[in-house]
């Protein structure tokens, strides 16, 4: 099981979005290959579709063999220039483990 939990889904441009991540994988003594967190928005709407990455945060295997819990906080703040119209921001995570990448975003709201 993969999840990610986020303090708030209502923010507002200079917000900080925090949150926690983990994992519980078939084999409780297994560790990721990977994981990221990430920050970033995608377009809604008629017309060309984009998506951007803004930050994130990756931990390799090294860097998860070293926390003491499946459990990994994050805090990404919201920059000031995030385009907020026809705009969804989001919260990614993907874990990479025996061979197969998981994904899992959050919609976050934005308040003007």
Not at 3 to 19: F, L, N, R, W, Y
Request: net charge negative; aromatic share 8%; hydrophobic share 40%.
């Amino acid at each position: 099981m993969i999840d990610i939990d986020v303090a708030s889904k209502t923010i507002s441009v200079g917000d900080v979005v925090e949150g926690v991540t983990s994992w519980q994988l078939s084999d409780n003594n297994s560790i990721p290959k990977s994981l990221t967190v990430s920050l970033g928005w995608w377009t809604e709407g008629r017309g060309n579709k984009n998506e951007e990455t803004v930050q994130a945060l990756r931990l390799d295997a090294d860097d998860l063999r070293s926390l003491f819990s499946q459990r990994l906080p994050f805090s990404f703040p919201i920059p000031d220039d995030a385009p907020i119209i026809a705009t969804v921001i989001f919260i990614k995570h993907s874990v990479f483990c025996g061979g197969a990448s998981h994904l899992h975003k959050i919609r976050l709201y934005v308040l003007n």
